[in-house]
């Protein structure tokens, strides 16, 4: 990973809803290549930060900055390019089931570039082919498995050729061999390509399988509570609550 300027910093971020305050005083970094999860038990903030990092939801208070910019300052339309930068793949998927899966990969490209109908084609077929679903352009959603969908979803998030991207659960709702597969394809992209990867999941596999680091969020805490490697903090960090977390597979076989 480079030394440079950090791709992400959130600097003192408090997230509220209404006078429930979810999130207080959130403060981390994001470096450039790395896959940086955000984990924690249900409820404690996970999803609510992430909109908040993508610019889907603006902060009580605090800052979000990308590459050294500033998201909810800067104003709409310098947001929107800084846009361009960012590949989301969200926990449903979300493609359209009317379109197939070129036309949903479409959509940014269109939206986005002025690209020839030619070099479309091409740029459809080389991210298909990223995700093992070469051949498929013409399929609709409703025609694949659960981890195809989610790999049809990868392939329009990287439309763009994204400096970032972000995962909510991606392994939702996937068996555990389709989940590995996720996983696998997550660490390709991330080593050829040296995309930055913010994921945020509960599912223990897939941690230890990609995270190179990794935040906790407590809903109590109402913030982070650990911070570092995953199998470092499974094995060695002082709070219990944390051990357990990491180490909550074990006790719920061996229970």
Do not use: W
Request: hydrophobic share 45%; proline share 4%; with cysteine.
């Amino acid at each position: 990973m480079a030394t440079t300027e950090p791709v992400i910093q959130v600097k003192d971020l408090t997230a509220r809803y209404g006078d429930d305050t979810i999130l207080d005083h959130v403060s981390f970094e994001v470096q450039e290549g790395e896959i940086f999860i955000i984990l924690g038990g249900s409820g404690c903030g996970k999803s609510t930060l992430l909109k908040h990092v993508i610019g889907l939801m603006h902060p009580y208070s605090g800052e979000v900055l990308v590459e050294g910019e500033d998201i909810v300052q800067c104003g709409e339309i310098r947001f929107r390019e800084i846009l361009k930068k960012f590949g989301v793949l969200f926990q449903s998927g979300a493609l359209f089931g009317s379109m197939t899966l070129a036309e949903n990969i479409l959509l940014p490209v269109e939206a986005n570039t002025d690209l020839p109908k030619e070099a479309m084609e091409t740029l459809i077929r080389m991210k298909l082919r990223l995700v093992h679903l070469a051949g498929y352009e013409n399929h609709l959603p409703s025609e694949l498995s659960g981890g195809m969908k989610k790999r049809a979803a990868l392939a329009r998030a990287m439309a763009l050729n994204p400096r970032i991207l972000f995962f909510d659960e991606p392994s939702a709702g996937l068996d555990p061999v389709s989940a590995a597969e996720l996983d696998q394809l997550i660490l390709k992209i991330n080593r050829s390509l040296g995309t930055t990867m913010v994921i945020v999941t509960h599912d223990l596999a897939s941690i230890f399988a990609v995270a190179q680091r990794v935040i906790m969020l407590d809903k109590r805490a109402k913030g982070i509570i650990a911070e570092g490697d995953p199998v470092h903090l499974r094995d060695h960090h002082p709070d219990p609550l944390v051990r357990q977390f990491f180490n909550r597979e074990a006790e719920e076989k061996n229970g």
